[in-house]
């Protein structure tokens, strides 16, 4: 190098000069320009992440607004004394609560040991937990990593972060983050509201989580594992339930016990540590054999089919929470499958249990039953459609190709099982999957069942089908198929409002003879074909006589009939096709339900007055307050006097009618038989003192039962009815004052006369007739009498006796009532409205 002067000379100059001086004037603006511009994305990014913290913050729930008690309690349901019936629940939603002091400390201090040590310490966040699982994600390089969530997190995870399994990476982080947040924001609140934040939070967190098996809640998990309730848990049983949380299907003690056993080590080890527990209670807890106590037989996920009663309560409750709650359909399935509610229902327990046996007892249905088929299949083909099969295509199929007749009815179940297979040969392409696919084998003929209260509207049982209830849920014909009522409807359509507006009597006299519809020209015949000529109303009513129901109701209007009707519950009726002269025989367009018909029949009952047939009386929630207060509706339909001189008619079709199968020995029976064309549908629907029962029986695919099972249905309801009131006092209808009983002649229904056939009827009191009948008088046709011969008096006898003919007194007319005739009871063959049947 060259440090002579000149040259140092030469690099002084160099830097003193103008070009020097510019360059080192740029250096200092690129840096000054660096390190603002660092400044500025520093402020930038700052206030970016102090927007988004702020953007986080405001989208979070607010604490006021939060609910961190699980919504997925089980619902119960009670019968009329009280006593659990049912238990309702979802999937998640069978919890049942109890209160942290119900829960043993010893539960609380497993799971705070083994899920939050700290949770007595920190204010809902855990720093240290926190810091402990960002070291060892970046120590194992984000595998196996710690969780960081407390107690307080997790449950407001459970509760309030509910879509947290469908979140995406970002989401998850949003939810974190608001999650630390608001369990911050949550003890804070519970504490300035007075309350101890940490038993509300642990309370409200063990009856929520996942125990596995179905179980969610440490009240159903204690019941489910063993067979207890929460507050008697031992310290090793707690800790084999602390265990279970953090993987439910990882540690359930039934089906893994071998892990459980590992994570209930060291819970009971962390108690220990933590001095929750002593050595000792840690060595007893150790050396217990608890798994041999795990009940393997009550996994809440398997439950029984619910009863036709409870699948009737749940249709009329979903219908009451939309309608006077309104809730929508999702919101009032919700609260009952899920809501934690109490149903009190109006089941009588003992007698559900006699129509559930007797309808479970195969000799009470005809000997020759079959096995009727409901199926469908839904097929995915190749090209990704979708096609749907029935069983209506499924008949139609082998009518065509085997049997024109074919009825979808087999002898057993593996036969309709073969049909069912050979049909899927002739449909299933190569390709095809098999998407979804639904079977049911009913026996048949079927019936249903129901029995009422008469006095109250409440529903005392129900059966909605014959056999065994496989599934919940299933098609109830007791509330949810319309049939045919046939003859029932003569005195609901008819002769009851016939009465009522004073129309006619159970006296009057109608014309049985041959007529016919006015707008068909259709015959109308009676079902034995004969026509009696001049009979009573109550003799038709007796016997079914169909062509004096028809004239009956001609000559009130079917208007009034279907006016009736419509008063008596039936919605099911058609303006547009049903006020015609059939609607006196049960032809109607869209048919009744029995549960319809047992509630018109209990208004005859209950003297004139309808109570809307109700399943249940009251809903609470399960904090006890009532979410529905169910009292029956009630309207007079009737007058009083009118449902006695019904019900006194009816009292003869059991005696001596078409209902003499339906007797109960001594006890009062008043009753109406009713059957279809072709007998379809077979019904009857009468009552006692006591009760309203109506039963319904045929084909669920509408044809026609053979004569000799034609009176199965009644026997029915004998067997049933006689079992409920046999130990029941034998008790008459009580007689209004508003009705009075009178002799009359049987022929013409006036006051008996002279020579007249009596007979004693009971009439409202300004309809008692006032004109006797003179129609049978015969006038004596006088005769020679020979003069009596005077003998002479005695002494002291003034006044002479005549001899040679007796004195005779002339007979007071005391018409008495002739005792019934026991006559046969006629055959129904059934009819539509104009083929004849009863």
């Known amino acids: 190098m060259n440090y002579g002067r000149k040259n140092v000379t030469h690099k002084r100059e160099k830097l003193k000069s103008s070009s020097a001086k510019v360059g080192k004037r740029a250096g200092v603006s690129t840096l000054r320009v660096m390190f603002f511009g660092l400044l500025t ?61 119900e829960i043993p400390v ?73 999650e630390q947040y608001l369990a911050v924001k949550l003890e804070a609140a519970l504490k300035a509201e007075g309350k101890d934040a940490k038993s509300v939070i642990l309370e409200n967190y063990l009856n929520t989580v996942n125990f596995g098996a179905g ?13 207890k309730d929460s507050t008697n848990l031992t310290l090793s049983e707690c800790a084999v339930l602390a ?109 559900q249990q006699i129509i ?59 036969e309709a099982q073969g049909y069912i297979d050979d049909y899927k040969t002739h449909i299933l392409l190569e390709g095809d999957t098999i998407q979804g696919e639904r079977s049911s084998f009913t026996a048949e003929p079927q019936s249903s069942m129901v029995i009422m209260d008469q006095k109250t509207g409440y529903v005392k049982g129900l059966v909605g089908g014959r056999g065994e209830k496989t599934a919940s849920l299933t098609l109830n014909r007791a509330t949810g198929v319309y049939r045919q009522p046939g003859s ?12 009522d507006t004073g129309a006619v009597n159970l006296a009057t006299t109608v014309k049985d003879e041959p007529i016919q519809y006015i707008n068909t020209n259709q015959t109308v015949k009676n079902s034995d074909g004969q026509y009696r000529g001049d009979i009573t109303v109550r003799y038709a009513i007796e016997q079914s006589v169909n062509v004096v129901a028809v004239k009956t109701l001609t000559q009130i209007t079917p208007q009034l009939g279907f006016n009736y009707l419509t008063k008596l519950g039936f919605d099911g009726l058609d303006a547009n096709h049903d006020i015609n002269q059939p609607l006196a025989l049960g032809g109607v367009y869209n048919g009744v339900t029995t549960l319809q018909l047992a509630g018109a029949y209990a208004a005859i009952a209950n003297q004139g007055t309808y109570m809307t047939p109700v399943l249940y009386t009251k809903v609470l929630d399960q904090d006890g307050n009532i979410v529905l207060d169910n009292e029956p509706s009630s309207k007079e339909i009737f007058s009083e006097s009118t449902s006695y001189l019904l019900t006194s008619a009816m009292k003869d079709v059991i005696s001596k009618g078409t ?4 007797q109960l020995g001594d006890m009062t029976v008043a009753g109406k038989t009713g059957t279809t064309t072709d007998a379809r549908d077979l019904v009857f629907a009468g009552y006692t003192p006591y009760y309203t029962c109506a039963v319904w029986a045929g084909y669920d695919s509408n044809i026609p039962l053979a004569g000799e099972d034609q009176n199965f249905h009644k026997v029915l309801w004998q067997k049933v009815m006689s079992r409920i009131h046999e130990n029941l006092p034998v008790i008459d209808f009580e007689q209004p004052s508003s009705v009075k009983q009178v002799t009359i002649c049987s022929e013409t229904g006036l006051l008996a006369g002279m020579g007249c056939p009596t007979a004693t009827e009971y009439f409202k009191l300004d309809e008692v ?26 002494p002291g006898d003034t006044s002479p006796t005549p001899t040679g003919g007796a004195a005779t007194e002339t007979p007071t007319d005391t018409p008495s009532e002739t005792p019934p005739v026991e006559t046969p009871e006629p055959t129904e063959p059934p009819s539509d409205p104009a083929s004849g049947a009863e």
């Open 41 to 101: 994305l520093l402020v930038v990014l700052i206030c970016m992440g102090i927007g988004a913290f702020r953007g986080l913050i405001d989208s979070a729930p607010d604490i006021s607004d939060v609910n961190i008690m699980p919504m997925g309690y089980a619902t119960f349901v009670y019968d009329a004394d009280g006593n659990e019936i049912q238990k309702l629940n979802s999937s998640d939603g069978n919890r049942i609560s109890v209160s942290i002091d």
């Open 106 to 178: 010893n539960m609380q201090h497993a799971i705070v040991a083994v899920e939050d040590s700290r949770f007595y310490e920190h204010n809902g966040i855990d720093p240290r937990g926190i810091a402990r699982a960002v070291y060892v994600a970046i120590k194992n390089r984000g595998q196996n990593m710690e969780g960081a969530s407390t107690i307080t997190q997790q449950l407001l995870k459970n509760n309030v972060f509910t879509n947290w399994i469908n979140e995406g990476t970002m989401g998850r982080f949003k939810r974190k983050f608001q």
């Open 215 to 227: 179980a969610y809640g440490v009240q159903i998990a204690a019941q489910t594992y063993f067979g």
């Open 243 to 351: 265990s279970i949380p953090q993987n439910p299907t990882k540690y359930n003690p039934k089906r893994h016990p071998e892990y459980n056993a590992e994570r209930r080590s060291k819970v009971l080890k962390d108690m220990l540590e933590q001095s929750y527990i002593t050595q000792e209670e840690y060595d007893t807890a150790m050396a217990d054999d608890v798994y041999s106590r795990i009940i393997q037989d009550s996994d809440t996920s398997t439950v029984e089919p619910y009863s036709y009663f409870v699948d009737a309560l749940i249709s009329q409750l979903q219908q009451d929470l939309m309608t006077v709650k309104g809730y929508t359909v999702v919101q009032a399935k919700n609260a009952i499958y899920s809501g934690g509610l109490r149903i009190y229902t109006t089941q009588n327990s003992a007698i």
């Open 356 to 414: 559930d046996e007797e309808y479970q007892n195969p000799e009470n249905f005809p000997a020759d039953s079959q096995i009727g088929l409901d199926w469908a299949l839904t097929v995915i083909h190749p090209d990704g459609t979708l096609e749907n099969f029935s069983r209506e295509m499924l008949q139609e199929f082998y009518r065509t190709n085997l049997d024109p007749s074919f009825d979808l009815l087999f002898g057993t179940q593996e």
């Open 488 to 499: 029932t409807f003569k005195i609901l359509s008819t002769y009851g409002p016939a009465i």
């Open 659 to 662: 209902g003499t199968l339906c």
């Open 769 to 794: 007739p006032t004109k006797r009948c003179t129609q049978h008088y015969v006038a004596p046709t006088p005769t020679p009498t020979k003069a009596p011969t005077i003998t002479p008096a005695a």
